[in-house]
Nanobody, 112 residues
């Protein structure tokens, strides 16, 4: 089973940027697609972005297209989410996931 640890969250003003990281331990990281989800207060968890194994393809929620970029470094077993032009509605706890494994989440707060 893959273990995941997110980092990089924080407090930022609207229009700012953050880069989230997700460090994975375990074998065969590069064999799997991996994704970012988020959960805002009082809302259900929603998919943000995903990337295929060996960066074979990416997908984004409409709400983040053009602002967020997902990438992975298989040599470092790490997933990234570059978030630009942040909006207050991006405020949430962000999670990475591979298969049935989830990280503990990292909180992002965007002030208006």
């Amino acid at each position: 089973e893959v273990q995941l640890v997110e980092s990089g969250g924080g407090f930022v003003q609207a229009g700012g940027s953050l880069r989230l990281s997700c460090a994975a331990s375990g074998s065969n990281f590069d064999d799997y697609a991996i994704a970012w989800f988020r959960q805002a207060p009082g809302k259900e968890r929603e998919g943000v972005s995903c990337v295929g194994s060996s960066q074979s393809g990416t997908d984004y929620a409409d709400s983040v297209k053009g602002r967020f970029t997902i990438s992975r470094d298989n040599a470092k077993n790490t997933l990234y989410l570059q978030m630009n032009s942040l909006k207050p509605e991006d405020t949430a706890v962000y999670y990475c996931t591979v298969g049935s494994s989830w990280g503990q989440g990292t909180r992002v707060t965007v002030s208006s």
